[in-house]
T-cell receptor, first 113, second 112 residues
Framework: GAGVSQSPSNKVTEKGKDVELRCDPI?????LYWYRQSLGQGLEFLIY????????KSGLPSDRFSAERTGGSVSTLTIQRTQQEDSAVYLC???????????FGQGTRLTVV | DQQVKQNSPSLSVQEGRISILNCDYT??????FLWYKKYPAEGPTFLIS?????DKNEDGRFTVFLNKSAKHLSLHIVPSQPGDSAVYFC???????????FGTGTRLTIIP
């Protein structure tokens, strides 16, 4: 597709379960970002990939959060033992290189019940 | 530590008038700034950007101004249209660290 694609668009999970969120960036974009937006909050940085490596993962809130990127393309954000405070919209973005705008996907709305 | 701040959570402007959204930053290493617009249930979409070597960038109805000494940037929308009603985020990055640091957003409402 032409844009950043995220799946699923919505996910409801029980507290304590693990979830995986997927991001397909724009083809050829080397940089990939994960952000989240909690209710009434701004965009919180989670992790940044350049190719398959993550030079900045400083925003991951706890060791329950991890992310990987394979083939310089698809990325998966995994949240283990989900908690209610993990409920948020998780947004993925990609860009070609520095100095160009990042394009966002529509996000995955995660609800932990 | 909020390095990018949008101190006005909301703003209402009459249709046809100028909308001015403000953003302040604390990190003097930031050298690239962007504005994004976000509608409900959608991802943010890029509006306009500016490099620190410039103090103004214009694109149609949108103009971004950068005042490096004050660590302040603003987005001007003129004339404002109903479709401009959205949440606006400013973002910044610095050379050597590609992540975008976002402000908390300003909800702009254009009154017909």
């Amino acid at each position: 597709g032409a844009g950043v694609s995220q799946s699923p668009s919505n996910k409801v999970t029980e507290k304590g379960k693990d979830v995986e969120l997927r991001c397909d960036p724009i083809s050829g974009h080397t940089a990939l970002y994960w952000y989240r937006q909690s209710l009434g909050q701004g965009l919180e940085f989670l992790i940044y990939f350049q190719g398959n490596s993550a030079p900045d993962k400083s925003g991951l809130p706890s060791d329950r959060f991890s992310a990987e990127r394979t083939g310089g393309s698809v990325s998966t954000l995994t949240i283990q033992r989900t908690q209610q405070e993990d409920s948020a919209v998780y947004l993925c973005a990609s860009n070609l290189n520095r100095g160009t705008e990042a394009f966002f996907g529509q996000g995955t709305r995660l609800t932990v019940v | 530590d909020q390095q990018v701040k949008q101190n006005s959570p909301s703003l209402s402007v009459q249709e046809g008038r100028i909308s001015i959204l403000n953003c302040d930053y604390t990190n003097s290493m930031f050298d690239y700034f962007l504005w994004y617009k976000k509608y409900p249930a959608e991802g943010p979409t890029f509006l306009i950007s500016i490099s620190s070597i410039k103090d103004k960038n214009e694109d149609g109805r949108f103009t971004v101004f950068l005042n490096k000494s004050a660590k302040h940037l603003s987005l001007h929308i003129v004339p404002s249209q109903p479709g401009d009603s959205a949440v606006y985020f400013c973002a910044a990055s610095r050379f050597g660290n590609e992540k975008l640091t976002f402000g908390t957003g300003t909800r702009l409402t254009i009154i017909p």
